[in-house]
């Protein structure tokens, strides 16, 4: 089976193709659009109407918790090495900020979510490419501080040193909490050996944001092979995000951490949908051997919150009715532009206008402390 590190290269060229029009532009492109290098001086964006999200007249923030980025500080870290192909792809310039304003995106929540760096073997290395990246986003952030913040992406395969840039980037750079992939290499994020991370982030007081990878760690190698409709996508990822949180259910990671706070992609995965034989499990099955405290339901009006990329005004709807208003958040996928928006599947779903706005930006505005 493909480890992380190649699943991400794979991914990661499929979706520089997807998105080719978000490349670095030359120097001619850059002034027709209004970019500007790195330590410049912003200049105006070229001519794009800024939307605005209004419900019952009003108008509404709007935070995008679900933005892919990567930023050009890694690339000479890793030069000359392995993981040299991976450290771009899906850059930070004015394109993107022309495509928050025609959403009406007020703020967008950066994180660097390919986790190829959980390969790394060399601890000193893998420290690096964790701080770069790191700086990389916080020097962005401070170029455009009313548009971006941004969550730190930690080395996960040392805990201790995953819990150190955990600290170093919430404290030192104003990062608002931490992105993770389902698994490292393999293992559930829901053992022992995590706890220090864990512990950090709650010591902290700040969320983390779980994007899946395409379910590596739960499937026979070439599984999708000659399947159509990229499963690896379609499927995969929504699976890996649902075996992440039900183990951190079932294993009592949240038990433990109890004020831990998890924003998972894509809807949660199949969980919040399927969560009637999750809610039983435990009774019903012999072997479940369950170290859970509650029952799942509860975790989710609490502990766990996720995005509405669920593509559907009835599909945002359902959601708020399995996992409550104050437990989904809005997500882009940015800078993949192939997805529908979700910003009208919530102003068009059957909820109260309250919850709308909740959902659209009042739950991540409080999350983050925005």
């Not at 394109?95 to 979510?113: A, F, H, K, P, T």
């Not at 499990?281 to 369950?290: D, K, P, S």
């Not at 859970?292 to 990329?309: E, G």
Request: charged fraction near 25%.
């Amino acid at each position: 089976m493909p480890n992380r590190r190649s699943f991400i290269t794979t991914v990661t060229g499929a979706a520089a193709g997807l998105a080719m029009s978000w490349g670095l532009p030359d120097a001619d492109a850059q002034e027709r659009s209004g970019g500007q290098g790195r330590g410049q001086a912003p200049r105006a964006s070229a001519a794009v109407a800024r939307r605005e999200v209004q419900i019952g007249g009003r108008r509404v923030r709007v935070v995008d918790v679900h933005a892919h980025a990567t930023v050009d500080e890694v690339k000479p870290v890793v030069a000359n090495t392995e993981f040299a192909r991976n450290a771009g792809g899906r850059p930070l310039d004015m394109e993107r900020i022309q495509e928050m304003d025609r959403r009406g995106i007020d703020v967008q929540v950066l994180s660097i979510n390919g986790y190829w760096w959980y390969a790394v073997k060399d601890r000193a290395l893998a420290d690096k490419i964790v701080r770069a990246a790191d700086d990389g986003l916080a020097a962005w952030c401070k170029q455009h501080p009313t548009r971006f913040v941004a969550l730190t992406s930690p080395s996960l395969q040392y805990p201790d040193l995953a819990a150190a840039q955990v600290e170093r980037a919430v404290n030192q750079l104003g990062h608002r909490g931490a992105s993770i992939g389902g698994h490292v290499e393999g293992e559930s994020l829901s053992l022992p050996k995590f706890d220090p991370f864990w512990a950090k982030l709650q010591d902290l007081g700040v969320p983390v944001f779980m994007h899946p990878g395409g379910a590596e760690n739960v499937l026979k190698e070439n599984a999708w092979e000659g399947s159509r409709g990229d499963l690896g996508n379609i499927v995969g990822n929504p699976l890996e995000t649902t075996v992440f949180l039900t183990r951190l259910i079932f294993d009592g990671t949240l038990d433990k951490f109890p004020n831990l706070k998890v924003v998972a992609a894509h809807g949660g995965g199949y969980l919040p949908s399927y969560l009637g034989r999750t809610e039983v499990a435990c009774q019903v099955r012999g072997n479940a051997n369950c170290a859970n405290k509650k029952k799942p339901s509860a975790y989710f009006k609490d502990q766990i919150m996720v995005d509405a990329m669920v593509f559907s005004p009835e599909g945002v709807r359902h959601l708020v009715e399995e996992v409550g208003p104050t437990q989904v958040v809005y997500g882009t996928d940015i800078p993949i532009l192939a997805w529908p928006d979700a910003v009208d599947n919530i102003l068009a779903a059957k909820i109260p206008d309250d919850q709308k706005e909740m959902i659209l930006g009042g739950n991540l505005t409080r999350l983050l402390k925005l």
